[in-house]
C-alpha cells in the first residue's frame, strides 16, 4: 500500500509541503499575523493558496482561490511557528476599472480572500483575522462576494461583540456593495418570519 504525498525541489533538496510552512518565523511562539514582504513569504503564500486550499483540503470544487497578485496586501497567519491559514486585500486604488466593484466599492479596501486550515477552524482565528483586518484600515472595509456561510458566522461573532464597527464592513460584489450588520439582521429577522408561519 503506498502513500502520495506533495513535496517542492527548493535549494537543492525536497522539503514537504509541512516542512515549508513551518521554516519561517521561527521566533513566533504564539500567535500572530504578518505581512507578506520577501520571496519565501510569498511561496509560503502560493503553497497556501494553491496546494492546501485548492488541492488538499479543497470542500467545494466549484470554489477555486487564484494566486494572490502582487499587488496585492497580504497577510498570513502564524500559530506556533507554523503558517496556518492567511488573508489578502485589494486596495481601493487598484479596483478602478474592475466591472465587479463599482464607484461605492473602490472607494474601500476590499477583503478578497481568507482561509484557515482545517484542523485550526473554530479555535478563533478567524475572528483574529478581521480583528487585524480592522485594526489595520480603520476605515469602510469590504468583504468581497461569495462570503461563506463560516465567514458569516465569524464576521457576526466579531460585530455582536463589537458594535462600533457595524457601519463600517461590507459585503461587495455584483456592482454593489450591502452592509454586512444590516443583511446579518434581515436574515434573522426573515428566519423568525419563516419560523413563526411554521409554527402558526
Not at 15 to 25: H, M, P
Not at 35 to 51: A, C, D, P, S
Amino acid at each position: 500500500m503506498f502513500e502520495t504525498g506533495v513535496a517542492l525541489w527548493i535549494r537543492h533538496r525536497w522539503r514537504t509541503i509541512e516542512q515549508l510552512l513551518s521554516c519561517a518565523s521561527k521566533s513566533s511562539i504564539g500567535t500572530s499575523l504578518k505581512q507578506v514582504t520577501v520571496f519565501g513569504e510569498r511561496l509560503i503564500l502560493w503553497i497556501l493558496v494553491r496546494i492546501i486550499f485548492n488541492e488538499l483540503e479543497v470542500e467545494n470544487s466549484l470554489l477555486v482561490f487564484l494566486p494572490v497578485p502582487e499587488q496585492d496586501a497580504a497577510k498570513i497567519l502564524w500559530h506556533r511557528g507554523t503558517a496556518i491559514g492567511f488573508y489578502s486585500v485589494k486596495s481601493k486604488f487598484s479596483l478602478f476599472g474592475k466591472n465587479e466593484f463599482n464607484a461605492e466599492c473602490t472607494d474601500m479596501p476590499i477583503v478578497d480572500l481568507v482561509f484557515v486550515r482545517k484542523e485550526h477552524r473554530r479555535k478563533t482565528f478567524g475572528t483574529a483575522i478581521v480583528r487585524d483586518v480592522v485594526d489595520t484600515y480603520r476605515s469602510n472595509i469590504g468583504f468581497s462576494e461569495p462570503i461563506t456561510p463560516a465567514m458569516y458566522n465569524v464576521l457576526k461573532r466579531f460585530l455582536i461583540s463589537n458594535p462600533l464597527h457595524r457601519r463600517h464592513l461590507w459585503e461587495c460584489g455584483d456592482g454593489n456593495r450591502k452592509n454586512i450588520w444590516l443583511n446579518l439582521c434581515s436574515k434573522v429577522a426573515k428566519e423568525a418570519k419563516d419560523q413563526n408561519r411554521i409554527i402558526t
